[in-house]
């Protein structure tokens, strides 16, 4: 089955920098690549997600990269504010039917971004 | 338009009691799935149910139940519960099935505690 790998697990950025998570997946057959934002006590919230036949999308200062013969996909957030301090999760869907279309998720980024 | 609904969101039970939790999807969501989301195993997936059917299932013993009533609304079962049945348990809704590549949104989770 799918497997999801995120990294890294903690990251600290001062407000202004830009920060990075990187995500890996082991099924060729996923095609769906949701990205989530969990704040202290919350629900996780989807900020963006990408599908296998595009390689980046956008929207303000997050933006997704898709590398499929790589596996791996990343989220990009510019110009860090606090209230972007959160757990990021990625995720990965393989799709189509059966016992394989499922959400497989990363066990989460800490983001601290620090005044 | 109302997000995600679940009820309760904070409970505590012991050790070999059952529980029962609540979902209202987003309106017009048929599809919803079931999460349990803990410190060391992160979010996994437990199982999803579409037009009253379950449709998917993650690896939980048969002790973790659902099912979903004709107006889309589910509800989740433990039994005979144990303590490392302590977690956030998380719903999420889309218009169709996850396998089809549609998109998930979390509700705010329900917290169960088992002393």
């Known amino acids: 089955g799918e497997n999801v790998e995120q990294h890294p697990s903690t990251l600290s950025v001062q407000e202004g920098d830009s920060a990075v998570i990187k995500c890996t997946y082991s099924d060729s057959a996923s095609n769906y690549f949701p990205w989530y934002k969990q704040e202290l006590g919350k629900g996780p919230q989807l900020i963006i997600d990408i599908r296998s036949n595009v390689g980046e999308k956008k929207d303000q200062r997050i933006a997704v990269t898709l590398n499929k013969t790589a596996k791996h996909f990343s989220l990009h957030i510019t110009e860090t504010q606090p209230e972007d301090s959160a757990v990021y999760f990625c995720a990965a869907s393989s799709g189509y039917g059966g016992s394989q279309g499922n959400l497989i998720f990363g066990k989460g980024t800490k983001l601290s971004v620090k005044p | 338009k109302a997000g995600v609904t679940q009820t309760p969101r904070y409970l505590i039970k012991t050790r070999g009691q059952q529980v029962t939790l609540s979902c209202s999807p987003i309106s017009g969501h048929r599809s919803v799935s079931w999460y349990q989301q803990t410190p060391g195993q992160g979010l996994q997936f437990l199982f999803e149910?579409?037009?009253?059917?379950?449709?998917n299932k993650g690896n939980f013993p048969g002790r973790f139940s659902g099912r979903q009533f004709s107006n889309s609304r589910s509800e989740m079962n433990v039994s005979t519960l144990e303590l490392g049945d302590s977690a956030l348990y998380l719903c999420?809704?889309?218009?169709?099935?996850?396998?089809?590549?549609?998109?998930?949104?979390f509700g705010e989770g329900s917290w169960l505690t088992v002393v």
């Open positions: 149910y579409f037009s009253e059917t379950q449709r």
């Open positions: 999420a809704s889309s218009l169709g099935q996850i396998s089809s590549g549609n998109t998930i949104y």
